[in-house]
């Protein structure tokens, strides 16, 4: 997982509500167990029409969110269904950060584990950053995990909370994985010490 210290990029603006893990990635794309390769069906639905040609009234196919790599969304994103591939999509299409007021609890879970950073605000700093996102690609964020803040382009400041733990991961890219393989020498020492002890096993 790659590490994340200090993001500054375009936040592209999404005032959905209620935004749930099928709009984010839509199930005819849940057929692999891949994480990449999944940016192209992020909001499926809603990014192209039926004909496969781009919807341009959406917010990331307008010109001046393309390369966004800051997603501003309404309440309640990420809810619906548990499918790790929502975040993975976003990962994949270029999304490393989520500011909303709240979120789905398992999509909360899922973005740490997989290197997207999900900040909540409150209503009335979620409303700020609208209007920073909303002002197009001359209005970039800077997201510093380890202030735990967010600075608009005015210079304006925001403080979010984050537990110290998935802090601490995210910072140093430590997935699932990477915890278990930190301790591998103490895993090595125990092994060892069970092949004396129990020579059976």
Known sequence: MDKFTTLEGIAAPLRTINVDTDAIIP???????????????????????????????????????????????????????SREH??????????RA?????FGDIFYNNCFKNGVLPIRVSP?????????????ANARLTIDLENQEIRGPDGGRITFEVDPHRKHCMLNGLDDIGLTLEKAPKIAGFESRMKDVRPWA
């Open 86 to 95: 929502a975040p993975w999509a976003l990962l994949d299409y270029g999304i």
């Open 27 to 81: 199930k005819q794309y849940l057929k692999t167990i891949k994480r990449t390769g999944l940016g192209k069906g992020l909001f499926a639905e809603k990014r192209f029409r039926d004909d496969g040609s781009e919807n341009p009234d959406f917010v990331l196919n307008k010109p001046a969110y393309r390369n966004a790599t800051i997603l501003v969304a309404g309440d309640n994103f990420g809810c619906g269904s």
């Open 98 to 102: 989520v500011i909303s007021t709240s």
């Open 124 to 136: 009335e700093d979620l409303e700020k950053l609208f209007d920073d996102a909303e002002r197009g």
